[in-house]
């Protein structure tokens, strides 16, 4: 079975630009996480939705963040413009129901420059 | 302010032995609490929980400890093998919340 889906897995871009990061969770699963992770903070909870809708977004650092989850089966997370201090890996989870067990993609590495 | 703690960056231990990993968090209302293993380049794994009804939660060489009252919780592993070299994250969850609270994270180095 496929597992929870992201790319890319690596980007390069430089401060100013957009970044649109993607996520595939996995096949039935109703909740999804936006999560990233850095040196200073550890795994920082951005983003999550259940069943598309988006349930808590406290953790967007700000306004140069959004996530959007058109359906079942995608979800972006967009950062316009980007900063080098938004370098980081950013992780997509997905769950079916809240059972704490979430499912992990491969992360994306973004760098700033 | 960081609500789950894990304030030993790496340890590292001989193979055969046992590891502990600590985990220590503020927020009173937290109720279910996970262990999360992950290896570099990878997302990470989900390795073994405990409710707050218990205080013990054993799975083969996995044992994951809860002291309410300490507001502390412990990752037990017995005996280390070279394949448990990762970082470990603790992580939370409060009642009626959906949402999953992480540490920084312990790098377990496993010495042979």
């Known amino acids: 079975d496929a597992g929870v889906i992201q790319s890319p897995r690596h980007e390069v871009t430089e401060m100013g630009q957009e970044v649109t990061l993607r996520c595939k969770p996995i096949s039935g699963h109703d909740y999804l996480f936006w999560y990233r992770q850095t040196m200073m903070r550890g795994l920082e909870l951005l983003i999550y939705?259940?069943?598309?809708?988006?349930?808590?977004d406290s953790g967007m650092p700000e306004d140069r963040f959004s996530a959007k989850m058109p359906n079942a089966s995608f979800s972006t997370l967009k950062i316009q413009p980007s900063e080098p201090r938004d370098s980081a890996v950013y992780f997509c989870?997905?769950?079916?129901?809240?059972?704490?067990?979430?499912?992990f993609g491969e992360g994306s590495r973004l760098t700033v420059l | 302010d960081q609500q789950v703690k894990q304030n030993s960056p790496s340890l590292s231990v001989q193979e055969g032995r046992i590891s502990i990993l600590n985990c220590d968090y503020t927020n009173s209302m937290f109720d279910y609490f996970l262990w999360y293993k992950k290896y570099p380049a990878e997302g990470p794994t989900f390795l073994i929980s405990?409710?707050?009804?218990?205080d013990k939660n054993e799975d083969g060489r996995f044992t994951v400890f809860l002291n309410k009252s300490a507001k502390h919780l412990s990752l037990h592993i017995v005996p280390s093998q070279p394949g448990d070299s990762a970082v470990y994250f603790c992580a939370a969850s409060a009642v009626g919340d959906d949402k999953i609270i992480f540490g920084k994270g312990t790098r377990l180095h496993i010495l042979p």
């Open positions: 405990i409710s707050s009804i218990k």
């Open positions: 939705f259940n069943n598309n809708v988006p349930i808590d």
């Open positions: 989870a997905s769950s079916w129901g809240f059972t704490g067990e979430l499912f």
